[in-house]
């Protein structure tokens, strides 16, 4: 797989991991469970779920079961909505026709170039910084392909690892677009 | 300056599952390349996600997985662990923010349930956390 496939795949991993934990939130509410006791329900640590809500962990089948067996909905109910990661599909089947890319999303590519180049000038690999601001991997890179718009906070977490500032990323980043006619 | 932190024994078992979440990232990003073709032609897409989960694994053996019926305090390299110890903490401290919101909800399922309350025990355990965290940040 190409790296620019690679990276697409992980940013779909990601919108499916968050689409999932969306629904398992207003699945368990509806129930009437706390994070705790569906926990316990399901004889799955408390954390897990946790994780599995921030869409910081895809399930595999047999939690998926279990959850719809303690939640008392189909397996279908749960997964309603979730995308397909097509990035995994045929390059024949991938192929489509050309589209303009929104101004937001040009920002969130900016920012996104903007991290990777200070990343890899500070001389951090991809899992490293995801590892020292404590995040999947996948998600940094969802960041950093533009993909996945950062809270401020991971932004701040961000720049200390790196040893600049906030502001610095969406000054550079301006910068970029200038330099880049956008 | 010392180059060592203590993590008292009161909060070991919250540090423990913070790092075992951790080890999930690292589980995780370690499955991905697993059912890629030609992973066998790549061993470098293994690296990372291995010393990351050994280094996890290490620490886990220093802490203890909780084997013991009484945990004791814990002594740890700062410039090897802190970080680590830190950043994990600093996440698992906000799952706590759910658990003690919902903590009502929970106890009322637990008596259903026939269970004891833990709604006090889900608070200390919190603030815990969030006192250690707040002794450790300017150590690391």
């Known amino acids: ?182 | 300056m010392s180059r060592t932190f203590l993590i008292p024994a009161r909060v070991l078992l919250d540090v423990r599952e913070a790092i075992l979440s951790v080890m999930g990232d690292a589980a995780m990003d370690l499955q991905e390349p697993v059912i890629r073709p030609e992973r066998e032609r790549h061993p470098e897409w293994f690296v990372e996600s291995r010393a990351r989960l050994e280094h996890l694994w290490r620490l886990l053996d220093l802490i203890s997985w909780g084997e013991a019926s009484q945990e004791v305090d814990v002594e740890l390299d700062q410039p090897e662990y802190g970080l680590t110890i830190l950043d994990a903490a600093t996440h698992h401290a906000k799952r706590y923010k759910t658990w003690e919101e919902e903590a009502d909800a929970t106890d009322e399922w637990l008596v259903e349930e026939g269970e004891p309350p833990r709604k006090a025990e889900t608070l200390r355990r919190g603030a815990d956390l969030r006192e250690f965290i707040s002794a450790l940040e300017p150590v690391v």
């Open chain 1, 1 to 182: 797989m190409s790296p620019e496939r690679e990276r697409a795949y992980a940013a779909e991993r990601l919108k499916i991991a968050r689409a999932f934990g969306k629904r398992l939130r207003t699945l368990r509410v509806n129930d009437d469970h706390s994070q705790d006791s569906l926990a316990r329900a399901t004889r799955l640590h408390r954390t897990q779920i946790s994780l599995l809500e921030r869409g910081e962990r895809i399930p595999g089948l047999l939690t998926i079961l279990i959850l719809t067996d303690a939640l008392q909905v189909s397996p279908n109910n749960l997964l309603r909505g979730l995308p397909t990661p097509k990035e995994r599909r045929s390059l024949g089947a991938k192929q489509g026709s050309p589209h303009v890319m929104s101004s937001e999303k040009q920002q969130l590519r900016l920012l996104g170039q903007t991290i990777r180049s200070i990343r890899e000038k500070e001389y951090f690999t991809l899992p490293a910084l995801a590892a020292a601001v404590n995040i999947p991997t996948i998600q940094l890179q969802a960041v950093e392909d533009g993909e996945l718009d950062p809270d401020y906070e991971l932004l701040i977490r961000l720049a200390e690892c790196l040893g600049t500032r906030p502001s610095t990323f969406i000054t550079r980043a301006e910068a970029l677009g200038k330099q880049q006619n956008i």
